[in-house]
């Protein structure tokens, strides 16, 4: 028997989704994982799986007398394990870009990994302009301030994120 999560970050290891059943109306939501964590991250709240279960509460009628479970995805759908590694590679190349973000400022960032994130990114944005901007802000921006790939890299998260792709709430 596979042991409860210990943090909502587990739950991205089974493809997982958060369920508050409310005891006192019936009411049942299914949570966005990804949502969740970013909306915890804002109100300053525990990810501890505990901490999770004993604070939320019912969307309908706003009881704290909820039962909440991790909803693990199954592992024998085609489409949703392909989705899982679409998605996880799009994040990594986002990693990548992130971190070459914040080290333009200071060297030469400009490498075949990133050039390669950018390239990953590509099928996943409707144009290549933000890539392209990425690419330029990261040449031009050695040495100055405010980092200009920096500005680049949230204009491609925000993309991502307005065209319904999951990426992961540490780059929202």
């Known amino acids: ?3 409860p999560p210990t943090t909502l970050h587990d739950l991205r290891r089974v493809e997982g989704s958060v369920r508050v059943t409310c005891r006192a109306c019936g009411a049942v939501k299914q949570h966005d994982l990804e949502e969740l964590i970013m909306d915890r991250r804002f109100r300053r709240q525990s990810m501890g799986w505990r901490a999770v279960r004993r604070t939320m509460m ?15 995805f199954g592992q ?6 392909a989705r899982r590694s679409q998605a996880l590679l799009m994040n990594l190349a986002l ?34 302009e933000l890539l392209v901007t990425f690419w330029i802000a990261a040449e031009t921006g050695r040495g100055k301030p405010h980092g200009p790939a920096l500005q680049a890299m949230r204009w491609i998260v925000t993309k991502l994120v307005d065209a319904g792709h999951p990426v992961w709430a540490e780059f929202r």
């Open 1 to 3: 028997m596979v042991a």
């Open 58 to 72: 019912c969307r309908e009628c706003g009881g704290a007398d909820t039962r909440v479970d991790g909803v693990p």
């Open 95 to 128: 990693a990548v870009l992130d971190d070459a973000s914040r080290r333009a400022r200071d060297e030469d960032v400009c490498v075949p990994a990133t050039r390669l994130a950018l390239r990953v990114l590509r099928p996943y944005l409707p144009d290549r």
């Open 76 to 81: 024998d759908d085609l489409e949703r394990r």
